[in-house]
């Protein structure tokens, strides 16, 4: 096969021969010989344009041949065609490169194989069969208005690839890169209501449909300006991008689209014409604020910034929390209702020995962080707390039901608890039963959905043991049953009736003769109108159960018929009102002759 093309400096037809290379990429589909290709200009990158890389390409495209053309003679090595489509400057065109990401802008199959194997400065002139360019099948590729091609035509591409860079995503359309240019420190990123400095610097690169001048001044350069993460300070793409920083990070952030790149707030006024910009930002240093809650009420602002970072350095699952509590006041009093700073109290997190909202708080803390919660007046009511000896009593008169309770705290340490891979089987079987004795004291207190937490954190450290002998698996099932047991009575009380049914089921499976289980099995089924399932399991009750657990099966009968009955009632209700309302409407009386 001989290629005809055309070379850089002189646009006159030339016989590459054997120096161009057929290409044929089965996994484009492509067949050898309709794309051929012959370098022109060799690059300097050290590698190709690597998958996920952002490729900047300066081109052009001219038809070499068709039947069409050939058959009125206007193909001629004299007078070359002109170019009907590109982005050099210099052949009348925007002078914006072509830009997309290897491997995942859709390209036409020929740009798609060529391009992945240039290096930056290459220039190749690159003969495609029709089927390989604009009229691939795909409709997703046509020649600029005007201009009309041929079903058989030959085109000829002169591509550069006069860069590439590593960028990454910001949003899922495609429409916002980032290149970062300075690496920050940790991974945080600013959340809604964080109170970030920023300096911000914008310019145009895309007016419309052409390149902006680089003399052109920038329409934003702001060196530091303070502003509240969701308050429209700035645009919805501009802050989405700042989302993505982390502190001290400088990134470059490329904007495209008009719908994207134009959006403007009083701070950022980018030209109403722009179609791209490109924004370098740098996050100089932020304020957390975090809404405790996701409703608004209740925030929590840091004051020292701490050791580490949010959420893995966070006594997110329970553990012992040492805090100090510096002072708990009422908004707009300047007395507070209590201080101590110099006291510092060690506390069990998971088991209500902190208010609810308290100890929230202190879960999305960091070592030495110190941190004002605000709690609103829609949320003041569940401050009251009757007082342990971890935390002092808050009277529930003693909150206005219009003021808002501010709570100064300092967690200074906290210690996981030691468990799973780091004991041994008998120190978790030790730890097991620790667990489910907070438990069951939260049971009895009415804590139900803690202590359900915390027998499903036993029966976890189960999972993990490992008996290696007959009396270690007699011990570790002797451990689990009654902790199934009271995860099962937990639920039930929560109202989870399947989730009680589940694990009621894993323990009948090895110990099918237990009454209790059985038992509370009944009731979840009952509590689900499945009057059918919950007899089955009290009649097992009573025949396994003998004279010790008559009372209590005469006891769950009773129960069944109870809600069979109140059942019944509530269908007959249900079916009385339906006939009572009017079906069949009123006939019109008869008219009067």
Known sequence: DISVGRSAENPVLIDFGYHTKPLEDPLLRIAYGGVLQATVCEGDGESTAKEDEWAHVHWSARVV??????ARGSASTDSPALPFAGSRKSEGFSGAPFRAIVGKTPMMKAWEAVVAHMRRGERRLVQVAPEYHYFDGTGRFSPPDGVRLAPNAVVEFDLQLVDVQAVLPVDGTGNILKQVLHDGEGWESPASLFQVELAIRGEAVLRAGKLVEETEEPFMDVPAVALTMGSGTLPAPLEECVRSLVLRERSRFFLMGGATAAQ????????????????????????????????GEVTKRRLVQGKGQFPVDCPVHDALVRLRIHSIRIEGVEDPIFAEPDVLREVHTGQAKLPELLETCVRIMVPGERSLLCISPKHAPLVAWHGSEHFPAIPEGSVPSDAAVIFDLELESFERYKYMSKQSFQERVDECRQQREMGNALFRHGKFELARDKYKLCLGILDECRPDTDEEWALNDAV??????????????????REAIKYLDKLLRFDGYNVKALYRRGCAHLALDEFKAAEENFLAMRDFGGKEYSIDATSAFDMLSRAR???????????????????????????EN
């Open 480 to 497: 689990k049953i009654p902790v199934l047991l009271n995860y099962g009575a937990a639920c039930n009380k929560l109202g989870q009736h």
């Open 264 to 295: 403007r707030t009083e701070l950022c006024t980018p030209p109403h014409d722009i179609e791209e910009a490109v924004y370098e930002v740098e996050l100089l240093g932020m304020t957390h604020i975090r809404d405790v809650m996701g409703d």
């Open 565 to 591: 009955e109140d059942k019944r009632r509530r269908e007959a209700k249900d079916y009385g009102e339906m006939f009572e309302k009017k079906i069949i409407p009123d006939r019109p009386q008869r008219q």
């Open 65 to 70: 041949s068709s039947i069409e053309s050939e």
